[in-house]
Nanobody, 124 residues
Framework: QVQLVESGGGLVQAGGSLRLSCAAS????????MGWFRQAPGKEREFVGA????????YGTNSLKGRFTISRDDAKNTVYLQMNSLKPEDTAVYYC?????????????????WGQGTQVTVSS
């Protein structure tokens, strides 16, 4: 049974940082691209970024790329999302997802497995 468990969310002031973790089990982690998505209240799920099995990364927007960094530790079956210079508009539930494809995708439909999400709240 595949499980993805996010952690590290919480309340932070604008300008602060958080590091989210997503621990995977039940799959051959090193073969999967891992993505991060987020969903704010009343909005559609948004692609944050993804990392391929060989550590190629892609991000949803240039603004995210400059502030957020995705990395992975295959020995720990964990993917990370380092978020710096947080803004109130980054407030959302953040989800990690796993995709067997070779190229990290921004399309949520291609991801095979999803975590339950972790809440990130940025206060102004």
């Amino acid at each position: 049974q595949v499980q993805l468990v996010e952690s590290g969310g919480g309340l932070v002031q604008a300008g602060g940082s958080l590091r989210l973790s997503c621990a995977a089990s039940g799959l051959t982690f090193r073969l999967y691209a891992m993505g991060w998505f987020r969903q704010a209240p009343g909005k559609e799920r948004e692609f944050v970024g993804a990392i391929s099995w060989n550590r190629a990364t892609t991000y949803g927007t240039n603004s995210l790329k400059g502030r957020f960094t995705i990395s992975r530790d295959d020995a720990k079956n964990t993917v990370y999302l380092q978020m710096n210079s947080l803004k109130p508009e980054d407030t959302a539930v953040y989800y990690c997802a796993a995709d067997k494809g070779a190229v990290p995708s921004s399309a949520s439909a291609v991801y095979d497995y999803w975590g339950q999400g972790t809440q990130v709240t940025v206060s102004s």
